[in-house]
């Protein structure tokens, strides 16, 4: 897995950093959550293809987070797109895909299919990954997503070849659930397989208020990407636009027992992030600032 940071403002972007955007490579595609203004220019700076991104999740539908998803489907018709596009999005999903098929005049040959998630729990089930949201708490409809990982047992090889399995194509059947017949006898995954094992999980929290959902989505996390709009001088600021603090996002981490936690969504009024991550760090140990292009490998 690895997630590249696109942009990492808030509101407004500023030379460092540009409006949100993160991307994630795993699973043999790419993932996009959230596509602020200037994301496909970013995309090009990261020598990420649009073409091959998949899904976009979308946490809610301020301008900072959106604003660059019309043009981004514009350029993937353009350049000939074939395969589909799946946007994921909180209610009013939909009515944003009609906007943006009235936008200028342009052409789309490829399937574009919107999803409009009005309940939490599981978006998205299949044999790699599951991706499960929760409502955030902001000043307009917004989710927060996770992705976790379904990591096979290990298989014991060993055990295998005591039972009779041949070394090939059996393997990798048993690996992947199916039984299989060696000299009349029925192997089950079971008896070459290893106990569960947990996968990798990543949670991100989009815009919002401290909030309990969140804490219970983000729980055991590899990595929670949560927004530090401010710093805890400006609490009250926060708390009139719904946003987080760095104190706030840390306490969400420490509560949900995450590995690391990764502040993102600055106010331009802070040319300097060191006052952040301090705060950060202070209440959970290991906190770090994003920043435009960061790259993390899981």
Do not use: W
Not at 32 to 53: R, V
Not at 76 to 101: C, H, S, T, W
Not at 180 to 190: H, L, M, S
């Amino acid at each position: 897995m690895e997630i590249e940071f696109l942009g990492t403002a808030s509101a407004v972007p500023s030379k460092q950093r540009n409006h949100s955007s993160i991307s994630l490579k795993a699973f043999g595609e790419v993932i996009l959550f959230d596509c602020g203004e200037g994301t496909q220019k970013q995309l090009t700076y990261a020598h990420i293809s649009p073409m091959k991104i998949e899904k976009i999740f979308i946490t809610h539908f301020h301008g900072d987070h959106i604003l660059g998803l019309p043009g981004l489907i514009q350029s993937m018709g353009f350049r000939g797109r074939e395969k589909p596009l799946d946007v994921y999005g909180p209610k009013g999903v939909n009515a944003l895909f009609n906007a943006i098929q009235h936008i200028g005049y342009f052409v789309i040959n490829f399937p574009l299919n919107f999803h409009e998630i009005l309940e939490e729990g599981e978006v998205i089930d299949n044999e790699e990954y599951i991706i499960e949201c929760a409502f955030a708490d902001h000043n307009v409809p917004a989710l927060a997503y996770s992705i976790t990982e379904k990591k096979k047992p290990r298989f014991l090889r060993e055990k295998a070849i005591e039972l009779g399995v041949p070394i090939g194509p059996d393997f990798g059947k048993l690996h992947n659930g199916e039984s299989v017949i060696v000299d009349g006898q029925e192997i089950t995954p079971k008896m070459v397989l290893g106990p569960p094992r947990k996968g990798r999980k990543i949670t991100y929290s989009g815009d919002t208020r401290p909030n309990e959902r969140i804490v219970k989505l983000a729980e055991d996390s590899d990595i929670l990407i949560h927004e530090s709009t401010y710093d805890s001088s400006d609490c009250e600021k926060a708390k009139d636009h719904s946003h987080s603090t760095s104190k706030e996002a840390a306490n969400i981490a420490k509560k949900a027992n995450v590995k690391q936690l990764i502040l993102t969504h600055f106010s331009t009024r802070y040319t300097n992030t060191l006052t952040i991550e301090k705060e950060a760090s202070e209440v959970f140990k290991n906190s770090v600032v994003a920043y435009d292009f960061m790259k993390i490998e899981l």
